[in-house]
């Protein structure tokens, strides 16, 4: 099992970014997955998660980015995304993607990515 972020960067405040998660090595359409991040000296943060297709695909948000972030997934091309729009300074992070065991709702955290680098800064 494997997972590769990427799309991470240095992007103004008020910005866009689409971080993107290939995966590997299981049948990525039937596992929840999720989206975390943290911050320079602080603890992880959820940001969202989506299910997998068995359970509808449906998706959920911290109240910090909703409205803002938009989470997807292709499964055809095992790819999951993170499109985060109007991003703010304190939004400095390292986003790791996540493969669930469980519904979104409450799965467990099973396999990580290596993290993307996201800068918010003028």
């Known amino acids: 099992v494997q997972l590769v972020e990427s799309g991470g960067g240095l992007v103004q405040p008020g910005g866009s970014l689409r971080l993107s998660c290939s995966a590997s090595g299981f049948t990525f359409s039937g596992y929840a997955m999720s989206w975390v991040r943290q911050a320079p000296g602080k603890g992880l943060e959820w940001v969202s998660s989506?299910?997998?297709?068995?359970?509808?695909?449906?998706?959920s948000y911290a109240d910090s980015v909703k409205g803002r972030f938009t989470i997807s997934r292709d499964n055809a091309q095992n790819t999951l995304y993170l499109l985060m729009k109007s991003l703010r300074p304190e939004e400095k992070a390292v986003y790791y993607c996540?493969?669930?065991?469980?519904?979104?709702?409450?799965?467990?955290?099973?396999?990580w990515g290596q993290g993307t680098q996201v800068t918010v800064s003028s």
């Open positions: 989506i299910d997998g297709v068995g359970v509808g695909g449906s998706t």
């Open positions: 996540i493969k669930l065991l469980g519904p979104a709702r409450d799965g467990d955290f099973d396999t």
